[in-house]
Nanobody, 119 residues
Framework: QVQLVESGGGLVQAGGSLRLSCAASGITFSSYVMGWYRQAPGKQRELVATVTNVGYTKYSDSMKDRFTISRDNAKNTVYLQMNSLKPEDTAVYYC?????????????WGQGTQVTVSS
C-alpha cells in the first residue's frame, strides 16, 4: 500500500520554526522526486519546494530564503525545515512524490498537515 504520512505541523508564533516530516512506504522512495506543497484557505495549492533523488532542490521564490527541503533515502523520509514563519505561511502542507517512467507518471500525495502561524 502506497502511503505518504506527514507529521510535524502545529501552531507556532510568528518568527518561530517548524520541521515537517513525510514518511513514505509502498514506493521505491529513491526513484521519486519528492516535494512539499501548501494550500491556504480559499487559495489554490502551491509549490513550496522539491528535491530530486540526488538532492537537487527547487524552491518557490517567496520561501527559498526561509525554508529548506531535504531527504533521507535510507529512511524513506523527506523533510521541510521552516524558519522565520509568518502568518501568511498558515496552510495545510502536503507531501508529494512523483516518478516519471516511459509509461507515464506516478503521482502520490499525503493527507496533509496543518501549519498555523499566529501573529
Amino acid at each position: 500500500q502506497v502511503q505518504l504520512v506527514e507529521s510535524g505541523g502545529g501552531l507556532v508564533q510568528a518568527g518561530g520554526s517548524l520541521r515537517l516530516s513525510c514518511a513514505a512506504s509502498g514506493i521505491t522512495f529513491s526513484s521519486y522526486v519528492m516535494g512539499w506543497y501548501r494550500q491556504a484557505p480559499g487559495k489554490q495549492r502551491e509549490l513550496v519546494a522539491t528535491v530530486t533523488n540526488v538532492g537537487y532542490t527547487k524552491y518557490s521564490d517567496s520561501m527559498k530564503d526561509r525554508f529548506t527541503i531535504s531527504r533521507d533515502n535510507a529512511k524513506n523520509t523527506v523533510y521541510l525545515q521552516m524558519n522565520s514563519l509568518k502568518p501568511e505561511d498558515t496552510a495545510v502542507y502536503y507531501c508529494n512524490g512523483v516518478k516519471t517512467t516511459a509509461w507515464g507518471k506516478d503521482d502520490v500525495w499525503g493527507q496533509g498537515t496543518q501549519v498555523t502561524v499566529s501573529s
